[in-house]
């Protein structure tokens, strides 16, 4: 069983930054490709960003790249989405994600097994 923890979400003016974690329970923590996902008021939840277990690999959908980072801290069961040039349609309930059984890092939500609870970013004029 893995746990997923998100902090640092909350309210930014467009333009801002933010960085949200996401802490993990699991001591095999470097064994997972990890994922970042969204959600919108009235939108299906979307792909963000990914990392592979190394961290040498990432991938983002369009909307992000540029502005997004993804890392991971495996010393510290810890992965991080920096936001930079935050927009008014970042606005979401974020949730990391692990996938701890497949090899390849993946971009498609039902290849994650574990979710954390998701965290609100609010992105204002």
């Known amino acids: 069983q893995v746990q997923l923890v998100e902090s640092g979400g909350g309210l930014v003016q467009a333009g801002g930054s933010l960085r949200v974690s996401c802490a993990a329970s699991?001591?095999?923590?470097?064994?997972?490709?990890m994922g970042w996902f969204r959600q919108a008021p009235g939108k299906e939840r979307e792909f963000v960003a990914a990392?592979?277990?190394?961290?040498?690999?990432?991938y983002y959908v369009d909307s992000v790249k540029g502005r997004f980072t993804i890392s991971r801290d495996n010393a510290k069961n810890t992965v991080y989405l920096e936001m930079n040039s935050l927009k008014p349609e970042d606005t979401a309930v974020y949730y990391c994600?692990?996938?701890?059984?497949?090899?390849?890092?993946?971009?498609?939500?039902?290849?994650?097994?574990?979710w954390g609870q998701g965290i609100q970013v609010t992105v204002s004029l």
């Open positions: 990392i592979s277990r190394s961290g040498g690999r990432t």
């Open positions: 699991a001591r095999s923590f470097g064994a997972y490709n």
């Open positions: 994600a692990a996938d701890t059984t497949i090899t390849d890092v993946s971009t498609q939500e039902y290849e994650y097994d574990y």
